[in-house]
């Protein structure tokens, strides 16, 4: 009797993922990714697509407070102010990673990805940037669901307006 070898099935890539990657290769520009609630999720959705590696420089999931600060340049006074739930925050993160991994395109992610509120904000509750020479890009999103839900949602966003902000 024989045994069946099967090829291995590789997962579905998210189209937004896959499309970011192509826009950023065909400037020849390279991409960051800072990350707080989405604990590497985004990095591993862009390493799902074959040749990311042209464009992905890296990633630092910062997902305590203080490492926002001492790893990614977050302004320790800001965090103090307002915490880690933050527009600017998220902003700041970006930047950050950006300068720090020597990317053209800096990501971030930050907010509460439940079951808990953290720091008087609710589950939910999302921020998101995209940093390049000069744009800004931030939006904030209160999001529905369980935890996975959450996260993956900001995973969704954060690729959604990098995209926006390129095109």
Known sequence: MGTDSASPVEPP???????????????????????????????ATLVEVPGASAVLRGAVVAYATDLKGTLLGVDPALLDARGAVDPDVAAAMARGVRERLGADVGLATTGVA?????????????HVAVVTAGTVRVASLRLGGDRAAVRGGAVDAVLALALDVLR
């Open 13 to 43: 890539v998210p189209t937004s993922a896959a499309t970011l990657l192509d826009v950023l290769a065909a400037r020849g520009w390279t991409l960051a990714v800072a990350e707080s609630l989405t604990g590497g999720l985004v990095s």
């Open 114 to 126: 439940g079951p808990t509120p953290q720091d008087g904000h609710p589950p939910g509750t999302v």
